[in-house]
């Protein structure tokens, strides 16, 4: 009979040895077999331990020693591979600071994963992960942050707390990351065994609220960061106050019948009404529409539309998050710079592919579902101004697909934009028809007569979509484009860069429309026959 056993060391007076350690270096000592014969003899057999013994220091040096290890691998790997791994997120189509955001989290989980397997002490690795993770993602954000130039022409107040949770709720992805890096260090089996023992030995049960007082606190503030970047929480742009005039109902004279109608409507007032956002549902999807509160406050006002189209990965209500847009548009409708205008929505992912680039290929027939059936739907729900004052703009893929769908569809729309787009499309979404749904090469086709300006931006420090964008801007200046609008704004491939690009777009629109735009009608464009076609009801949109 064999009774496997580990080695116990006797104890000497005086001796104490932390308690942690003891349990480490006696998980650590090779194991021993002992044999028991029939005839009551022992034999003790020594057999190798399966795990490489781990790094021997004193109790305390050697939790110094992991933590410091944890946070300076942590240097070490943003260093080497911080800016790849970070270009390697945004050439997947995502903005830069969620792109530093993850890369931080992965080189916390690989440091803490390898310090952990080498000390065998999970909770200085993980304490040295958090450490890094702060010197390597936040102190960095909050300098960025510090540094973030004013959009110009809109205002806004700091968001003291947004400044507080972001913090946070990074720090609450960095706590998931270091314990997943930990567990594929040292074995999850380990922590879940000790990690009651650990709290019953230290009294910390009464302190358990907190954390999880934490977690519920910062973990909206996690979602944001994930899902829109850690900087748009820090700002909320303020909403104009309207101040409306008092205006005299109307009046029934002597005669019969006879009503005196009432003043003129104060549309300089009455823009500053503040706009609502409602949600459609067209071809079974979701579309968000932000409608000024001018629109409802003087019945039969027609007004212009903006199509605008998020990046990939993304959703349509990245808008209202990311960019505030709700607050921008009433700041600029507000103030003048733009007219009031219904800004669409639409959602570009399909059941197939969350990268459609708004075309029409296998991933579903995105481009169709837009110009056949999106458009023809706002046209007939609310009162709009037609295709002269219809426009299409979006953000990194958004901004390849706004001006790709305008060129392709030129009598429907009369203005495109780019925030910090590119311009040839991919072959591994429309195979064989890449250049067919490329604008760099389908621009010079598009008749003169037809072409509409178009507003071209880029940040400052994104390499990559501002040499996409002044190709792109070359290749229509060569052709003796219209109106071309080329803009640099400070910052990299995100919402630094895209709500003032956003923000230029629009007031090149309050330009090209007016503040008025009602009051000016020109002749419209002539309608493509699949708009007239969608409008029949023989709409074709495959999603």
């Known amino acids: 009979m064999r009774i496997r056993r580990p080695p116990v060391e006797p104890a000497r007076p005086g001796h104490r040895k932390d308690a942690e350690t003891a349990a480490t ?23 190798p331990s399966r795990l490489p013994a781990p790094i021997r220091l004193g109790g305390r040096r050697q939790w110094i020693t992991a933590a410091a290890g944890s946070a300076a691998l942590c240097a070490v790997l943003a260093w080497l591979l911080g800016n790849g791994l970070a270009q390697y997120f945004e050439a997947q189509g995502m903005d830069d600071e969620r792109a530093y955001l993850l890369t931080a989290m992965v080189l916390v989980i690989l440091a803490t994963a390898v310090v952990g397997a080498a000390s065998r002490r999970p909770a200085p690795t993980r304490v040295g992960g958090l450490v890094g ?34 913090p946070l709720g990074m720090l609450l992805l960095a706590v998931i990351g270091v314990v997943v890096g930990a567990a594929l260090g040292v074995g999850l089996a380990r922590d879940a065994v000790h990690l009651p023992s650990w709290f019953r030995r230290r009294r910390f049960w009464p302190a358990i609220p907190v954390p999880i007082a934490l977690v519920i606190f910062a973990g909206g503030a996690a979602v944001t960061a994930l899902q829109d970047g850690p900087l748009s929480a820090l700002r909320n742009y303020s909403q104009p106050t309207a101040v409306l005039p008092n205006t005299p109902t109307a009046t029934v004279s002597a005669g019969p019948s006879a009503v005196v109608p009432d003043p003129t409507p104060d549309i300089s007032i009455l823009r500053q009404l503040p706009g609502e ?17 001018v629109y409802d406050a003087v019945p039969g006002l027609s007004l212009p539309v903006v199509y605008l189209l998020h990046g ?40 197939r592919s969350t990268d459609t680039e708004w075309g029409n290929s296998s991933s579903g027939d995105v481009e169709a579902w837009i110009v056949n059936q999106v458009v023809p739907s706002i046209d007939l729900q609310y009162r709009t101004l037609g295709a002269a004052y219809r426009g299409i703009a979006g953000l990194s893929s958004g901004g390849y697909g706004a001006v790709n769908i305008a060129l392709q569809n030129p009598t429907v729309f009369s203005w495109a934009g780019s925030y910090s787009g590119y311009f040839v499309g991919h072959q591994a979404t429309f195979g064989s028809a890449w250049r067919a749904n490329s604008p760099l090469y389908t621009a010079a086709g598009v008749p003169a007569a037809e072409r509409m300006p178009l507003y071209l931006g880029a940040g400052s420090t994104d390499y990559t979509f501002k040499a996409d964008t002044a190709q792109f801007a070359a290749t229509v200046t060569a052709l003796a484009w219209p109106d071309v609008d080329l803009q640099t704004v400070p910052g990299g491939h995100g919402w630094v860069a895209w709500t003032p690009e956003m923000v230029q777009s629009f007031t090149m629109l309050g330009q090209l429309w007016g503040p008025e735009p009602w009051l000016t009608p020109v002749s419209p464009l002539q309608a493509s026959p699949a708009v007239a076609a969608a409008g029949s009801g023989t709409a074709r949109g495959d999603l």
């Open 133 to 166: 993770f702060a010197c390597i993602q936040i102190v960095p954000f909050l300098v960025r942050a510090a540094n973030q130039p004013a959009v110009p022409g809109l205002k806004y107040q700091q968001n003291i707390l947004g400044w507080i949770l972001q």
């Open 277 to 293: 956002v409602s949600y459609l549902t067209i071809a079974t999807r979701q579309v968000d529409v932000y409608v000024p509160g």
């Open 312 to 351: 990939t990965p993304g959703q349509q209500a990245d808008w209202l998050s990311g960019a505030q847009l709700a607050a921008v548009l009433n700041q600029m409708i507000g103030n003048g710079t733009m007219p009031p205008t219904i800004v669409v929505l639409p959602n570009g992912n399909t059941p």
């Open 25 to 47: 270096d006696t998980a650590a000592e090779p194991a021993s077999e002992v044999t028991v014969k029939s005839g009551g003899g022992v034999v003790a057999e020594d057999t």
